[in-house]
């Protein structure tokens, strides 16, 4: 019974999250209402924005090749983007979402 | 830090993610939801910085000056733009995502190492396909969302361009995208790079150019998905969990809104992307062109009205959002409210040029949003309502849509104001919509045409009661 015992490649591991999280994704976003569709993708906006954490790598790369400064350069530019929408995103949402009151009886 | 723990606490910021989305179920939970996702934000960002610490000390200097500089840029944005703007920002902050998802994949192109996926030169092949995916979907999305930009700010005229051969063109660009991918999985070599990044920015522009201002909500809630997928392949990259479900999150989240927005339009999503909708205008309404009598009111004939119905439902469109009526058209249903008027607000899910555009404007202007309803809500109520107030909104209520078989929206889903004891329609003039098509509402003997800029026809109804 050796072959139960062969290690499985992390990229189905990364794959197996990919689709369930599609599958969570589609239900949840089913279940947001109309009038919040706005909020709703400034905020995607800003969590989309989570690949800062490749610019946050490219920016701290060791200098020991040729290449180390490129990839600093490319990740200081990606950091700036992502963070204009991390911090954009989640303020204009939050800005919208006050708004939304009911009814003062 | 552990690996390990690196990884469960990704998995957390995910989760997080997925619950911030959650909260938008409803506007009572969303502000805490939203709250659940910087939370998450914060779990990736500090995770990142203390499992893969910057080398030296000027890596850190580069960190703190990006977050200082890319943080303050967008709080600034963030404070000052106005809600009537709201299309254009998304659009913008969609270009953003973009290009962030082409330097990041660059940054791991030329600093491997850096990222765990190989050597300089000698990158595992499954990372080449995964960056290459996320590089080309990035770049696709950055100049996308950069023509929409463009379109939804009126820098750029949102008639459609068509250009000659269009179809082959982009057919020939897909093409040679593909072989380029091929060509840097095969040989490493960073020339297949920068022609992958270059051939996706040339077809998002093609992409997005022949499609007309009227189906922009599809467009941008489009672009939304794609700035989610080019993450997820930069998650594949990278192996983190975090950017993976979120990619896959804000994907699936476009692809909805997209969906939603076309059924709303009664459109295929193939047509709103083959584009040249809402170009061709009034030669293409196929009317007969003869001027036909409507019947035109003052603003205190409409106060006078008004104030003696029972129930006003009022349908606000993209009209009312460029005259910023909003505060106005408030200050007169809360008059009408005074006078024992029962007042809805009834809106279309294309109403405004992305979704839910309008329900954020008029909650900008204190609209209670128990007070505003979805299509499907309130159409049954205009048989009840004596007046059904139409402010700066067309194509959403043409009648054609469920009569004329004939008529190119025939089918599209409408608010059913002719059902209303009197119609009233504020608009600049008796012109047709985005659609191009005439409305047979503006002739009919219940409706009453308030001719003129939205909030000034407003206001004066205001000083008439």
Request: glycine fraction near 10%; aromatic fraction near 8%; charged fraction near 10%.
């Amino acid at each position: 019974m050796e072959h139960i015992a062969q290690a499985v490649d992390p990229f189905v591991f990364r794959l197996s999250i990919f689709v369930l999280a599609v599958f969570v994704g589609y239900f949840v976003v089913w279940s947001v209402t109309p009038a919040l569709h706005t909020p709703l993708m400034s905020v995607t906006n800003a969590i989309s924005s989570v690949i800062v954490v490749g610019a946050l790598l490219a920016v701290g790369v060791g200098m020991i090749s040729s290449g180390s400064g490129w990839a600093r350069g490319f990740g200081f530019i990606a950091l700036i983007f992502a963070c204009v929408n991390i911090f954009g995103g989640f303020l204009v949402t939050q800005r919208m979402l006050a708004m939304y009151k009911k009814k003062v009886k | 830090m552990n690996a390990n723990l690196a990884a469960v606490l990704y998995l957390v910021a995910g989760v997080l993610f997925i619950l911030s989305l959650r909260g938008l179920s409803s506007p009572a939970s969303s502000r805490q939801g939203n709250f659940l996702g910087m939370i998450g934000m914060a779990i990736a960002i500090v995770t990142t910085l203390a499992s893969h610490p910057p080398a030296d000390g000027i890596a850190w200097l580069l960190v703190v000056l990006g977050v200082a500089i890319g943080g303050s840029v967008g709080a600034v944005i963030a404070r000052r733009v106005p809600m009537t703007s709201m299309p254009e920002l998304v659009a913008a902050f969609h270009s953003l995502v973009g290009m962030a998802a082409v330097l990041v994949a660059a940054g791991a192109f030329y600093a491997p190492e850096a990222f765990d996926i190989g050597k300089p030169g000698d990158i595992h092949t499954q990372s080449l396909v995964e960056m290459s995916l996320g590089v080309a979907i990035g770049a696709l999305t950055f100049t996308g969302s950069v023509i929409a930009f463009l379109k939804l700010s009126a820098r750029m005229s949102g008639a459609p361009i068509i250009l000659p051969a269009r179809h082959l063109v982009n057919i020939a660009l897909a093409i040679a995208l593909v072989a380029c991918i091929v060509g840097l999985v095969l040989t490493g070599n960073a020339i297949y790079f920068w022609l992958i990044t270059i051939i996706a920015l040339v077809l998002g522009v093609l992409m997005i150019i022949p499609i007309g201002g009227a189906d922009m909500p599809v467009v941008i809630s489009m672009l939304n998905s794609y700035s989610g997928w080019a993450a997820a392949g930069i998650g594949f990259t990278l192996g983190n969990s975090a950017l993976i479900i979120t990619g896959a999150l804000v994907g699936s989240s476009g692809a909805i809104l997209s969906y939603i927005m076309c059924h709303a339009m009664n459109r295929s999503f193939i047509s709103v992307i083959l584009g040249g909708f809402g170009g061709e205008t009034a030669a293409a309404a196929g009317g007969s062109g003869e001027q036909k009598p409507a019947k035109l009111g003052s603003a205190d004939d409409a106060a006078f009205i008004m104030k003696n119905a029972s129930k006003v439902i009022i349908v606000p469109g993209y009209g009312m959002a460029v005259a910023q009526a909003q505060h106005a058209l408030r200050e007169m249903a809360d008059l009408l409210k005074k006078e024992g008027v029962e007042v809805k607000y009834a809106i279309h899910p294309v109403a405004g040029r992305m979704p839910g555009h309008m329900n954020v404007l008029l909650a900008e202007a204190n609209v209670p949003y128990d007070e505003v309803f979805e299509l499907e809500d309130i159409n049954s109520e205009f048989a009840q309502a004596d007046i059904a107030f139409v402010i700066g909104a067309n194509d959403v209520t043409n009648p054609a849509a469920e009569e004329d078989k004939t008529s190119p929206i025939y089918g599209m889903p409408v608010l059913q104001v002719w059902k209303a004891g009197t119609v009233m329609f504020i608009k600049r003039s008796l012109a047709s919509g985005y659609a191009g098509i005439d409305n047979p509402l503006f002739y009919r003997d219940n409706t009453m045409m308030l001719l003129g800029d939205a909030k000034k026809v407003t206001e004066n109804i205001v000083k008439g009661m």
